[in-house]
């Protein structure tokens, strides 16, 4: 799966955020999509994440407040558990995680493992 299956859209989306729990167990990535045009807010959620790797390009990198425009997405079956693999121009998030949805303000499309 990669972005084109989200069933956003052709347009290009950026990174506005991204939060991982404490337990580091659910990863959001807020996202804006056609920051252009349409402007249309979306969140990708992983749960009961694992094998967190955060490469950033920038030192000075604040997760909470980015700007980071989305260049690839891949989510995977590796076993038992899911991989993805975010990468932007600022920063490439890699883990393992059993589900994983995204929400729009239009609806909720999920992708649960096929274990569930």
């Avoid at 989306?13 to 045009?37: E, G, H, M």
Wanted: overall charge negative; glycine content about 4%; some cysteine.
């Amino acid at each position: 799966m990669d972005y084109q299956a989200l069933g956003l859209g052709e347009a290009a989306s950026v990174v506005t955020a991204v939060t991982i729990s404490q337990d580091a167990q659910t990863i959001s990535i807020a996202c804006l999509y056609d920051p252009q045009k349409a402007h249309m807010p979306y969140t990708l959620s992983f749960q009961h994440c694992a094998h967190i790797s955060w490469d950033t390009f920038d030192h000075a990198l604040d997760p909470q407040q980015l700007d980071a425009e989305l260049i690839g997405l891949s989510l995977c079956t590796d076993g038992p558990r899911q991989c993805a693999v975010i990468t932007t121009n600022m920063f490439e998030l890699s883990f393992s995680y059993e589900s994983f949805a995204v929400q729009t303000p239009a609806s909720i499309v999920h992708a649960d493992s096929p274990n569930h």
